[in-house]
């Protein structure tokens, strides 16, 4: 498994931007496939987007599609949240992941995550 942190979640008003980074903090995250997991006060975690580890595919939440742009940046061995338009149902910790197999595919199952970020807060609001 590869370790991972997440930065720049913050406080935003409604309609605002922010853009949410993830980076291995002790091997390359290139070889898997990544996503992105948010958790509401008082909710369960729940699939935000995810990527493959190529960067050819995507899939998103119905509830941020459109407004949330997934991406990874190999050669920085990074991957990105961009989110916009935000709501305040949007407000949650987000949690970057990787699955637990290289070079496995695309996959919004929680269950297929193996490695987990401690969680950046995002607050919007309104």
């Known amino acids: 498994q590869v370790q991972l942190v997440e930065s720049g979640g913050g406080l935003v008003q409604a309609g605002g931007s922010l853009r949410l980074s993830c980076a291995s903090s002790?091997?390359?995250?290139?070889?898997?496939?990544t996503g992105w997991f948010r958790q509401a006060p008082g909710k369960e975690r729940e699939f935000v987007a995810a990527?493959?580890?190529?960067?050819?595919?995507?899939d998103y939440a119905d509830s941020v599609k459109g407004r949330f742009t997934i991406s990874r940046d190999n050669a920085k061995n990074t991957m990105e949240l961009q989110m916009n338009s935000l709501k305040p149902e949007d407000t949650a910790v987000y949690y970057c992941?990787?699955?637990?197999?290289?070079?496995?595919?695309?996959?919004?199952?929680?269950?297929?995550?193996?490695?987990w970020g401690q969680g950046t807060q995002v607050t919007v609001s309104s």
């Open positions: 002790a091997r390359p995250i290139t070889d898997f496939s």
């Open positions: 992941a990787a699955v637990r197999r290289r070079f496995a595919g695309l996959s919004n199952l929680e269950q297929d995550f193996g490695s």
């Open positions: 990527i493959t580890w190529t960067g050819d595919n995507t």
